[in-house]
Protein backbone atom coordinates (compact mmCIF):
# COMPACT_ATOMS: atom_id res chain seq x y z
CA UNK A 1 0.00 0.00 0.00
CA UNK A 2 0.86 3.46 -0.53
CA UNK A 3 -0.17 6.62 1.38
CA UNK A 4 -0.25 9.95 -0.51
CA UNK A 5 -0.52 13.31 1.41
CA UNK A 6 -0.28 16.69 -1.25
CA UNK A 7 -0.40 19.87 -0.34
CA UNK A 8 0.47 23.75 -1.39
CA UNK A 9 -2.10 24.37 -3.58
CA UNK A 10 -3.95 27.66 -3.04
CA UNK A 11 -4.71 30.71 -5.32
CA UNK A 12 -2.55 32.68 -7.07
CA UNK A 13 -2.55 35.33 -9.48
CA UNK A 14 -1.96 34.78 -13.26
CA UNK A 15 1.47 34.49 -14.13
CA UNK A 16 2.48 33.34 -10.56
CA UNK A 17 3.85 30.58 -8.93
CA UNK A 18 3.46 27.60 -6.79
CA UNK A 19 4.69 24.75 -5.52
CA UNK A 20 2.85 21.19 -4.64
CA UNK A 21 4.30 19.05 -2.46
CA UNK A 22 3.48 14.78 -2.35
CA UNK A 23 4.32 12.93 0.41
CA UNK A 24 4.48 9.21 0.07
CA UNK A 25 4.88 5.91 2.47
CA UNK A 26 4.26 2.97 2.36
CA UNK A 27 5.63 0.02 -1.06
CA UNK A 28 8.35 1.55 -2.36
CA UNK A 29 7.50 -0.39 -5.83
CA UNK A 30 4.75 1.22 -5.87
CA UNK A 31 5.71 4.69 -5.96
CA UNK A 32 8.64 3.92 -8.46
CA UNK A 33 6.40 5.73 -10.70
CA UNK A 34 5.38 8.82 -9.67
CA UNK A 35 2.86 11.52 -11.24
CA UNK A 36 0.56 14.57 -11.19
CA UNK A 37 -2.84 14.75 -12.64
CA UNK A 38 -5.10 17.20 -12.74
CA UNK A 39 -8.63 17.83 -13.80
CA UNK A 40 -10.74 21.06 -14.16
CA UNK A 41 -14.49 21.47 -14.02
CA UNK A 42 -16.16 19.69 -16.64
CA UNK A 43 -13.09 18.26 -18.02
CA UNK A 44 -11.49 15.25 -18.05
CA UNK A 45 -8.92 14.05 -15.96
CA UNK A 46 -5.08 14.59 -17.11
CA UNK A 47 -1.53 13.31 -17.01
CA UNK A 48 0.10 16.65 -16.04
CA UNK A 49 4.02 15.19 -15.39
CA UNK A 50 5.08 11.96 -14.14
CA UNK A 51 8.87 10.94 -12.53
CA UNK A 52 10.48 7.81 -12.16
CA UNK A 53 12.49 7.19 -9.11
CA UNK A 54 15.66 7.78 -11.01
CA UNK A 55 14.87 11.00 -12.10
CA UNK A 56 13.48 10.41 -15.37
CA UNK A 57 10.58 13.12 -16.57
CA UNK A 58 8.13 13.63 -18.59
CA UNK A 59 5.31 16.53 -19.03
CA UNK A 60 2.44 17.55 -20.86
CA UNK A 61 2.54 19.84 -23.51
CA UNK A 62 0.45 22.43 -22.21
CA UNK A 63 2.76 22.69 -19.40
CA UNK A 64 6.33 22.28 -20.58
CA UNK A 65 8.61 24.97 -19.52
CA UNK A 66 6.64 26.13 -17.00
CA UNK A 67 5.88 23.06 -14.54
CA UNK A 68 8.84 21.35 -12.79
CA UNK A 69 8.29 17.91 -11.74
CA UNK A 70 11.00 16.94 -9.09
CA UNK A 71 11.56 14.72 -6.23
CA UNK A 72 13.60 13.79 -2.65
CA UNK A 73 14.09 10.12 -2.43
CA UNK A 74 15.21 10.47 1.15
CA UNK A 75 11.69 12.37 2.14
CA UNK A 76 10.14 10.09 -0.10
CA UNK A 77 8.21 13.19 -1.55
CA UNK A 78 7.11 14.97 -5.18
CA UNK A 79 6.86 18.23 -6.30
CA UNK A 80 5.36 20.26 -8.69
CA UNK A 81 6.90 23.68 -9.28
CA UNK A 82 4.53 25.69 -10.94
CA UNK A 83 5.43 28.53 -13.12
CA UNK A 84 3.62 31.63 -15.30
CA UNK A 85 0.72 30.23 -14.05
CA UNK A 86 -2.52 30.65 -16.40
CA UNK A 87 -6.08 30.70 -15.71
CA UNK A 88 -6.67 27.03 -17.52
CA UNK A 89 -4.14 25.96 -14.79
CA UNK A 90 -6.92 25.86 -12.61
CA UNK A 91 -7.77 22.31 -11.59
CA UNK A 92 -7.82 19.98 -8.66
CA UNK A 93 -3.91 18.61 -9.03
CA UNK A 94 -3.78 15.14 -7.91
CA UNK A 95 -0.53 12.82 -6.99
CA UNK A 96 -0.67 9.57 -8.31
CA UNK A 97 1.83 6.16 -7.45
CA UNK A 98 1.12 3.71 -10.31
CA UNK A 99 3.42 0.38 -11.38
CA UNK A 100 3.52 -0.12 -13.50
CA UNK A 101 3.13 2.42 -15.47
CA UNK A 102 0.32 3.32 -18.11
CA UNK A 103 1.42 1.76 -21.40
CA UNK A 104 -0.62 3.00 -24.59
CA UNK A 105 0.48 -0.24 -26.26
CA UNK A 106 -1.25 -2.36 -23.44
CA UNK A 107 -4.47 -0.99 -22.84
CA UNK A 108 -6.08 -4.01 -21.40
CA UNK A 109 -3.16 -4.14 -18.80
CA UNK A 110 -4.41 -3.46 -15.85
CA UNK A 111 -1.74 -1.65 -12.62
CA UNK A 112 -1.06 -4.15 -10.05
CA UNK A 113 -1.15 -0.53 -7.68
CA UNK A 114 -2.63 2.29 -8.46
CA UNK A 115 -2.95 5.07 -5.49
CA UNK A 116 -4.24 8.09 -5.45
CA UNK A 117 -3.73 11.36 -2.92
CA UNK A 118 -6.93 13.07 -1.90
CA UNK A 119 -6.20 16.39 -4.35
CA UNK A 120 -5.55 20.03 -3.49
CA UNK A 121 -7.37 22.97 -5.78
CA UNK A 122 -4.95 25.21 -7.72
CA UNK A 123 -6.97 28.53 -8.34
CA UNK A 124 -5.54 31.05 -10.59
CA UNK A 125 -6.98 33.65 -11.18
CA UNK A 126 -6.94 36.14 -14.38
Known amino acids: QVQLVESGGGLVQAGGSLRLSCAASGDTMCSSFMAWHRQAPGKERELVAS???????DYSDSVKDRFTISRDNTKNTVYLQMSSLKAEDTAVYYCNARWPPADPKLPHVQPICNHWGQGTQVTVSS
Open 51 to 57: ITRGGST
